[in-house]
């Protein structure tokens, strides 16, 4: 089992729509995640991170941790052509906060 | 801000050869990241570095990895003998201790043949 699983997509919604990403992670002890964006042949950066059970709003974006299940959740409100990308989400590790593990990637498709 | 810069942009070698990737963290950055990315197997951390100290190189594959930081603003991760199975994007990336956020720069794309 990866330590964090990712559907790979392509996740295709239309514009305007909301779109759900979704992440799990087996290390239990992990404090500290992720949502990374990376446009095709570009780098990752990071729009979203969050520490606490619960959601965590930035404009459009939402991020949902729950611990319990050991899942993470990021929604898209409003989604735009120029959201389409590949989002990766990204879990520290128990035993070093600084070493985080990324997922494969969820590539989102926004149809206009 | 320059960002990270990293050097080459892309590098064709042949199977065999040594080859030198290059990162300039972000001046003020303490902490620096090699990544390597493909299709497979996703973003994988190689190494990291505080403050020019390797902290953890338990991701670094084989012996024919290495990487070293001889001082704040500069990096380097070497191949040697490189393979085809190398072929991958390479990421510096680089933050401060303290922060979650890591800051990546525009990568290497090797290619061996």
């Known amino acids: 089992q990866k330590e964090v699983e990712q559907n790979s997509g392509p996740l295709s919604v239309p514009e305007g729509a909301i779109a759900s990403l979704n992440c799990t992670y087996s290390d239990r002890g992990s404090q500290s995640f992720f949502w990374y964006r990376q446009y095709s042949g570009k780098s990752p950066e990071l729009i979203m991170f969050?520490?606490?059970?619960g959601d965590k709003e930035d404009g459009r974006f939402t991020a949902q941790l729950n611990k319990a299940s050991q899942y993470v959740s990021l929604l898209i409100r409003d989604s735009q052509p120029s959201d389409s990308a590949t989002y990766l989400c990204a879990v520290n590790h128990s035993g070093g906060y600084q070493k985080v593990t990324f997922g494969i990637g969820t590539k989102l498709q926004v149809i206009p | 801000d320059a960002g990270v810069i990293q050097s080459p942009r892309h590098e064709v070698t042949e199977m065999g050869q040594e080859v030198t990737l290059r990162c300039k963290p972000i001046s003020g950055h303490n902490s620096l990241f090699w990544y390597r990315q493909t299709m497979m197997r996703g973003l994988e951390l190689l190494i990291y570095f505080n403050n020019n100290v390797p902290i953890d190189d338990s991701g670094m594959p084989e012996d024919r990895f290495s990487a070293k930081m001889p001082n704040a603003s500069f990096s380097t991760l070497k191949i040697q003998p490189s393979e085809p199975r190398d072929s991958a994007v390479y990421f510096c990336a680089s933050s401060l201790v303290s922060a979650n956020e890591q800051f990546f720069g525009p990568g290497t794309r090797l290619t061996v043949l």
């Open positions: 969050i520490y606490s059970n």
